[in-house]
């Protein structure tokens, strides 16, 4: 995906927006599956020319809330306990305290009132 995908967009200096990256891997299997986020990013950086994006926006709910969310049948990682689930938030919500240009929107509102939240927070960002 990297060198397909991302890399040649970037150069065509096009806007590349990811639903999941390095900080995923680091909340899911480096924090609550226990591997170490450090691990990850070790991994990440020999891995990757660029391991953080100019912007990494964390949409943050509690496990319950997203629990209500999600449909009725489950993938492997959704049938996870809550306990799992409440780890990697706290893996997510490390990241945001550790890295910059990591920040968290609350989603536990409705659509517009998240989707509000993102975009003023695109607006103040600063693209290289």
């Known amino acids: 995906m990297w060198q397909e ?3 040649p967009a970037l ?3 096009e806007c590349v927006v990811l639903d999941r990256w390095v900080s995923s ?7 609550a599956g226990g591997f170490g986020m450090h691990n990850v990013m070790r991994v990440a950086g ?3 020319a660029r391991m953080w994006p100019d912007l990494t926006i964390i949409l ?5 809330v997203c629990a209500r969310r999600l449909p009725r049948k489950l993938d492997r990682i959704e ?5 799992y689930h409440q780890q990697v938030r706290e893996g997510f919500l490390q990241l945001a305290r550790e890295q910059k240009n990591v920040f968290v929107v609350d989603a536990s509102g409705d659509i517009e009132a998240i989707q509000e939240k993102v975009r003023r927070l695109i607006s103040e960002v ?3």
Not at 25 to 31: D, I, R, S
Not at 79 to 83: C, L, N, Q
């Open 79 to 83: 049938a996870k306990g809550r306990e």
């Open 25 to 31: 891997t680091c909340a899911y299997q480096g924090y």
């Open 60 to 64: 943050d709910a509690d496990p319950e």
């Open 5 to 7: 995908r991302i890399v």
């Open 126 to 128: 600063s693209f290289t």
């Open 11 to 13: 150069r065509e200096k």
């Open 46 to 48: 020999d891995s990757l």
